[in-house]
């Protein structure tokens, strides 16, 4: 397994579920250091068209928290994306990017962006999804509608 030095990833980390684990545990496995993009609140909101649980400093301690019960790990930084791309469009020390297989595009828009401002590309490393126990995607937006578990398990809520 290729290792790097600096690897990158995104997203609003609202409720944390398995989906978010397996992309945190591959980004940590193969980064020497690890920058977390989380979505500001209004650009999550505003934006992304996202309903959130939790403020964006609540949200980063509760990922902070998770990261060192699951990952015992302190090399990363969390940083404040307030709009899509943050700081992978002008970073020359960040080396990788860890995508779900659903945001993959996303992933070569950056490289396209960053050659066009000519940065070197950055090597894109996917991981599947998480599948709750009924086939479909486990999500934040998922379990806020108490539809499944943070372990994709279904609540089973009819009477």
Sequence with gaps: MKRYSCVSIGGTFDLLHLGHFDMLKKSFEIGSFVVIGMT?????????????????RVRCQNLKAFIAKEIKSDSFEITQLDEEFGPLMFSQKIDCLVVSSETYTKGERINKI??????????????????????????????RAREIDSSGRLLNLKK
């Design 114 to 143: 960053r050659s066009d401002k000519g940065l070197s590309p950055i090597d894109i490393v996917v991981v599947n999804i998480r599948l709750a126990e009924d086939g479909l995607p486990i999500s934040s937006t998922r379990i």
């Design 40 to 56: 500001s609140d209004s650009f999550a909101t505003t934006r992304l068209n996202k309903r959130i649980h939790n403020s964006f």
